[in-house]
Nanobody, 120 residues
Framework: QVQLVESGGGLVQAGGSLRLSCAAF????????MEWFRQAPGKEREFVGR????????FYADSVKGRFTISRDNAKNTVYLQMNSLNAEDTAVYSC?????????????WGQGTQVTVSS
């Protein structure tokens, strides 16, 4: 069974940091792009950033650029979202998703999400 499992969420003070993990089980994702999204209460889901599993190239939303970093560990089949300089606007449920490289806006797998709460 293929699964994406996020972890690492929690409560953090403004200005603090958290690292989220997205562990992939059940298959290899070498031909996939891994993306992070977030959804705050009452708001639409927002793209945060992505990384290609094979080459490791990244792309970020303007709202997180310079503060968030996505990386991956091929040996652990895990993608990370390092979040620094957090503020209240970063409070949301963060989810990872996987889509085939070259296929846009169609995701084969989603994680269950992990809550990040930033207190001001």
């Amino acid at each position: 069974q293929v699964q994406l499992v996020e972890s690492g969420g929690g409560l953090v003070q403004a200005g603090g940091s958290l690292r989220l993990s997205c562990a992939a089980f059940g298959r290899t994702f070498s031909s996939y792009v891994m993306e992070w999204f977030r959804q705050a209460p009452g708001k639409e889901r927002e793209f945060v950033g992505r990384i290609t599993w094979s080459g490791g190239s990244t792309f970020y939303a303007d709202s997180v650029k310079g503060r968030f970093t996505i990386s991956r560990d091929n040996a652990k089949n895990t993608v990370y979202l390092q979040m620094n300089s957090l503020n209240a606007e970063d409070t949301a449920v963060y989810s990872c998703a996987a889509r085939k490289s070259g296929v846009t806006a169609r995701y084969d797998y989603w994680g269950q999400g992990t809550q990040v709460t930033v207190s001001s």
